[in-house]
Nanobody, 126 residues
Framework: EVQLQASGGGLVQAGGSLRLSCAASGFTFEDYHIGWFRQVPGQGREGVSFIDDGGLVKYYSNPVVKGRFTISRDNAENTVYLQMDNLRPEDTAVYYC??????????????????WGQGTLVTVSS
């Protein structure tokens, strides 16, 4: 059974940090690029950060997170991490991880993802 298990969300004050984890099972993890997206009620899913299958290429599609968020992966542990520092109230959202085998140029497109985690809620208070 394919699973992506996102965890690590919670309530944090502005300026604080959280580390999200996305644990994969049931598929060949190292063959997939991984993306973190976030979504607030009433809005579409927004791309946040992406890492290629080998963990060598990283991309932060949202300029407001660049410099504050860091994506990494451990293929031996089938896990991707999103370290989020200096959090702001506008970072409040449900964060989802997804896995795709689409070419790297398509990683920002949520419709190209094969598998999704269930989401983890991040709430940043002011």
């Amino acid at each position: 059974e394919v699973q992506l298990q996102a965890s690590g969300g919670g309530l944090v004050q502005a300026g604080g940090s959280l580390r999200l984890s996305c644990a994969a099972s049931g598929f060949t993890f190292e063959d997939y690029h991984i993306g973190w997206f976030r979504q607030v009620p009433g809005q579409g899913r927004e791309g946040v950060s992406f890492i290629d299958d080998g963990g060598l290429v990283k991309y932060y599609s949202n300029p407001v997170v660049k410099g504050r968020f860091t994506i990494s992966r451990d293929n031996a542990e089938n896990t991707v991490y999103l370290q989020m520092d200096n959090l702001r109230p506008e970072d409040t959202a449900v964060y989802y991880c997804g896995a795709t085998k689409a070419p790297w140029r398509y990683v920002r497109i949520s419709g190209r993802y094969h598998y999704w985690g269930q989401g983890t809620l991040v709430t940043v208070s002011s």
